[in-house]
């Protein structure tokens, strides 16, 4: 079971806590684990990625395992640790604000 | 009897005010989607328990929401905004051709006579429908495409627009507002528009009576008279009476007649209101005081309506979409200001009351009067 941990507007929009859980098939990619989520969360759809170009939204960033994953291919393998739950990804909305 | 519900969008959430039709004591729901931007939210006029709420975000992009129960309980429609075929360019900032790209709702207005289906102005400026109650969007593009948009530049506000008006009388007849480029007109649904910005003199744009490039803020329609339209523009208040064939300055002795709001008494359609701003340069209402202007002779001639608005240290502004009328008589007047505060007045203007003072900033007050 993999961990996602949403930002607070997101999780207002989908009626979650800050942690969901998502079962993904095969070998979880960034792309197959947002595409999960999209299908849990309907309500997310283009809120974290363009709905047609399925591009990340600039404003937010994807962490795991004290990496910065936002700009690796979504093709690539996740991490082992956050596929096996042990570590979540985290959907972080960039600082701003004063 | 009859009660009023006020649907306010802030830019952290929104917020429904209801009272009954004394509108003496007020109840205020929300914040409902805390933490977004509510650009609008508004009721069918055909049920007015459906509301469709307009949710922005810099970082999670466009969301639509609907309601069935009068903003007890909402749920999220479609929020696909895909421009028809390649969008040609508009003008940016510096001159140089740039790509129509969807931002925003910054409007939302349902149909006369149908509460599945909802016209939305968005940013970069155009025209969408949708039929199944938010569920899907379609581009209306004779707008978008019009052969003078791709001269259209942004405000500052953005290439938005931001106002929706269908002819009660002739719904095919439909007026839009697009900041930057002026006012158009469709008398086929959306099909095909005009500009009409004939009488319309602006001195900040190179030919100050250009066909297009008029940064209109808002207009405003009395539905018993709807070929009288009143516009605040950037500066200027104006009135037409033939739909928009030519329009004539009524700014009178405004003390200021930059602004952004505008709008008609429910009973009265000769009477206007606007609340005057110091300045383009000072979104802020002038002196420090509060002021609604209301005309009763369809402009030219004003009185300040100040009584129960703050008359000192008052620095906010008022937006373009944050006024709006009740349809009891008499008259209802709303208007909400950057600073957070709600103000209603129950007697047509003539004193005023705070509903709510201390919401995030306000950025669009929408009164639904309910049997």
């Given amino acids: 079971m993999i961990h996602v941990s949403l930002p607070g507007n997101l999780q207002t929009l989908a009626g979650t806590g800050r942690m969901v859980e998502l079962e993904v098939s095969g070998a979880p990619t960034q792309r197959s684990l947002l595409d999960a989520l999209e299908v849990k969360y309907p309500a997310l759809l283009g809120t974290i990625r363009d709905a047609t170009t399925k591009k990340r939204r600039p404003l937010l960033r994807f962490y795991a395992c004290e990496e910065d994953l936002s700009d690796v291919s979504p093709d690539d393998p996740l991490p082992a640790p956050v596929v096996t739950g042990t570590e979540p990804y985290i959907i972080l909305g960039a600082i701003a604000g004063g | ?138 581009e209306l593009p004779g707008l978008r495409t019009h052969k003078t948009s791709t001269d259209w530049a942004p405000g500052a506000g953005g290439l938005c627009l931001h106002t929706i008006i269908i002819d009660p009388s002739n719904h095919d007849r439909i007026y839009a507002a697009i900041s930057s480029a002026g006012a158009f007109r469709s008398d086929d649904a959306g099909q095909t528009w005009r500009p009409i910005n004939r009488g319309l003199r602006s001195e900040y744009i190179p030919d100050p009576d250009a066909e297009t490039g008029h940064c209109v803020h808002r207009i405003a329609m009395h539905p018993s008279q709807p070929n009288v339209l009143y516009m605040q523009k950037h500066w200027d208040v104006l009135r037409t009476d033939d739909a928009g064939e030519s329009w004539h300055e009524i700014s009178g002795n405004l003390p200021t007649d930059f602004g952004f709001v505008i709008d008609v008494h429910a009973q009265d359609p000769k009477t206007v209101y606007v609340l005057p701003i110091t300045s383009d340069q000072y979104h802020v209402v002038p002196d420090g005081k509060l002021r609604v202007y209301r005309s009763k002779s369809g402009g030219d001639e004003w009185e300040a309506l100040t009584k129960g608005l703050p008359q000192k240290d008052c620095y906010v502004n008022v937006l373009r979409d944050a006024m709006s009328v009740d349809g009891l008589d008499p008259c209802g007047v709303y208007f909400g200001t950057t600073g957070g505060q709600v103000y209603g007045s129950a007697n047509s203007g003539d004193s005023w009351e705070p509903i709510v003072r201390d919401l995030p900033a306000v950025l669009s007050v929408e009164a639904q009067t309910l049997p």
């Avoid at chain 2, 009859?2 to 039709?21: I, N, P, Q, Y």
């Avoid at chain 2, 360019?89 to 409007?107: A, I, L, N, Q, T």
Wanted: charged share 25%; proline share 6%.
């Fill in chain 2, 1 to 138: 009897m009859s009660s009023v519900r006020v649907l306010v969008g802030t830019r952290k959430g929104a917020f429904v005010l209801s009272s009954d039709e004394s509108r003496r004591e007020w109840k205020v729901d929300g914040p409902h989607f805390a933490g977004w931007e509510i650009y609008h939210v508004k009721g069918s006029p055909v049920d007015p328990d459906r509301l469709y709420a307009s949710q922005s975000s810099s970082w999670f992009g466009q969301v639509m929401h609907r309601s069935e129960d009068g903003g007890k309980t909402w749920e999220t429609v479609g929020n696909q905004f895909q421009y028809e075929g390649t969008p040609g360019p508009h003008k940016w900032y510096d001159g140089s051709p740039h790509p129509y790209e969807f931002k925003r709702v910054w409007h939302l207005e349902p149909s006369l006579d149908d509460a599945d289906t909802v016209y939305a102005g968005v940013e970069d400026a155009s025209l969408f429908i949708s039929k199944d109650a938010g569920a899907s969007w379609s």
